[in-house]
């Protein structure tokens, strides 16, 4: 398989700041690869290298093969749905879908027709008269989409581009995009920060903190093996737990990752598990969430609907599968 | 029908309305009035008798039109300067951020705070010790301090409410720096150009202090009237000028206020 975008050793240092530090990263073609991270962790600033808005301050970056370096972003074969969409306010939506065609000095009725196709594509058909301006937050992210695929770039580039929309818009976009994905083949590079997002959409995820990956894996990987207690607690906000708690419990040693949804709430005092104490309960809709004190440990469970709730101060025993307690390697 | 009784201003408000706007441009009228007088030496009120003579004259007195031309070379070359670099400042200024830019704001927007008596001293006393001899450019190095700040202004503003992103996208998409220029910087502060520009002009056309003294023997038209108004000669000719000046300078301020206004509503619109 052909590698889509590569880093070896990537920075890209601010004066003491180290926005990007020492990233080595493969993304291959045709995939739907994600960067999570908290703001600051250096995601954004990786799309930009790629896109070329950044230059490295070390290290090498392979785009298809070809070195990235020096070279400006409207000589990359690349491009990127902005995360406030960059719509040109003074241009109407075709005109907008069109640009990159113009600027190559394709044709009026050839990049028109182009153009047309590409919104039919995104589901916009027959926009093309209107302003940005006269669009809502949903449209303007589907022409943002369409403008960025009209040149048919190798790898798309999307900079949170559903942070803006409610909800319920979210997620069906969601779904669009990754049929898109599916459909076209290019190579999706998506960052954001909803660890959800990544996880339901990404084919692998890159997790970023603090300028490094701190590890790179398929959802399932990310969220059953979490490699340290930054991953674990980032995604999906694991019980991480301390070598002592994991020993007693597991046999083995080093820092453990026990999933919310793995803990099982026992009235029974007296039994085996783990005592707690149900410090409080929060209502999730199809869950709730319960906070518990195990000896000075918070713990977080996450029982389904219809389960029997405890009642705050309530003492309990919590239990849960050896396998689900993921042990990580390492300092952790 | 709305004009119903309790819309109507109240009459002392109206009086007072239409008190102001006299007081406003009676006198303009007053030279309006005064380029038709048969009588040339003062100006008598109310005047012996009207002509039109006055325009034949100024139209053969070559002067007048050294003058005119003089004043709208200046004008042009020093809004041209000005665009340049005023566009250019705005540019940094807004979309960088580097040592001493405040400062650098600060520097630009001073010489129209300035008097302009202040600004016309500095200038001559630079010119003579620099031994530079007074000609049209040492004028259009006058006027175009004040004529960039008048453009700083106006791109400035309209550099801040445009998006950075949209620069990056045109790249992205493959426009060259030329392209994006073109395409898409120009088109979203031409109307803030347009108006700085025209502004920029007038303020130019119409500068009397800093031009007295980086003139050397030439007139610009302000400088011109006011030689004239002393010498009791062919007075209305004067007038003649001014309505023409007022009546040629009144369309391009309608069309900048028409301009800025709708480009508010451009640039608001992607937001």
């Known amino acids: 398989m052909t590698t889509a975008v590569s880093f070896s050793q990537v920075s890209r240092h601010y004066g003491a700041v180290k926005a990007v530090d020492r990233v080595d990263l493969d993304v291959r073609e045709g995939e739907f690869f994600a960067m999570l991270g908290p703001s600051g962790s250096g995601k954004t600033t990786s799309l930009r290298l790629i896109a070329g808005f950044e230059q490295p301050t070390a290290g090498h970056i392979e785009i298809f093969g070809e070195t990235a370096e020096g070279v400006p972003p409207y000589r990359r074969n690349v491009n990127t749905v902005f995360q406030d969409y960059a719509l040109f306010p003074h241009l109407n939506v075709v005109d907008n879908v069109a640009y990159g065609l113009m600027v190559r000095g394709v044709a009026k009725a050839e990049r028109r027709r182009a153009a047309e196709e590409v919104l039919a594509m995104v589901k916009l058909p027959g926009y093309g008269d209107r302003r940005p301006g006269q669009l809502s937050g949903g449209q303007r992210q589907r022409v943002a989409l369409a403008r960025a695929l009209v040149n048919r770039p190798k790898v798309l580039l999307l900079d949170e581009p559903l942070g803006a929309l409610d909800l319920k818009l979210r997620e069906q976009m969601q779904e669009e995009l990754k049929a898109l994905q599916r459909q076209l083949g290019i190579t999706f590079v998506f960052v954001t920060h909803d660890q959800g997002e990544a996880l339901s959409m990404a084919d692998r995820v890159a997790v970023f903190s603090e300028g490094r990956i701190t590890q790179v894996g398929t959802p399932q990987e990310i969220y059953q093996r979490p490699a340290s207690r930054f991953v674990a607690d980032f995604v999906g906000s694991s019980n991480v737990l301390p070598p002592d708690f994991v020993q007693r419990y597991c046999g083995q040693r080093g820092w453990g990752s026990l999933r919310p949804e793995s803990i099982r709430i026992q009235a029974d005092a007296s039994g085996d598990g783990v005592p707690a104490r149900v410090l409080s309960k929060s209502y999730l809709g199809a869950a709730t969430r319960v906070v518990l004190d195990a000896d000075g440990l918070r713990i977080n469970a996450i029982l389904p609907a219809g389960a029997r709730l405890p009642d705050d101060g309530e003492a309990v025993v919590l239990t849960f599968n050896r396998e689900t307690l993921h042990v990580m390697g390492g300092e952790g | ?271």
């Open chain 2, 1 to 271: 029908m709305r004009a119903d009784r309790n819309e109507r201003a109240p009459l002392p408000l109206t009086i007072a309305a239409a008190a102001g706007l006299l007081f406003l441009h009676l006198p303009i009228l007053l030279i309006f009035v005064y380029a038709f007088t048969t009588e040339d030496k003062s100006y008598a009120w109310p005047p012996p008798g009207f002509t039109t003579k006055w325009f034949a004259v100024t139209w053969n007195r070559p002067d007048v039109w050294e003058a005119l031309t003089l004043s709208v070379k200046v004008a042009s070359i020093s809004t041209a300067v000005a665009l340049v670099l005023g566009t250019l400042c705005a540019a940094a200024v807004s979309r960088t951020k580097f040592f001493g830019r405040e400062t650098i704001s600060l520097l630009v927007i001073l010489p129209i705070a300035l008097p302009g008596i202040i600004t016309g001293i500095a200038l001559r006393s630079a010119f003579s010790l620099a031994e530079i001899p007074f000609s049209t450019w040492t004028i259009v190095l006058g006027h175009a301090t004040f004529c960039v700040v008048v453009v700083y202004n106006n791109a400035v503003a309209r550099f801040r409410r445009t998006s950075a992103s949209l620069i990056e996208a045109s790249m992205d998409l493959g426009a060259d720096g030329f392209q994006t220029f073109r395409y898409v910087i120009l088109p979203n502060i031409g109307t803030a150009l347009l108006a700085g520009g025209m502004l920029a002009f007038a303020l130019s056309f119409d500068e009397v202090i800093v031009t007295t003294f980086t003139a050397g023997q030439q007139a610009t038209l302000p400088i011109w009237m006011l030689e004239e108004l002393v010498r009791p000669r062919q007075r209305p000719v004067t007038n003649v000028v001014a309505m023409v000046v007022v009546i040629v300078t009144f369309l391009p301020i309608l069309a900048a206020f028409y301009l800025t206004r709708d480009g508010d509503q451009i640039a608001g619109a992607g937001k």
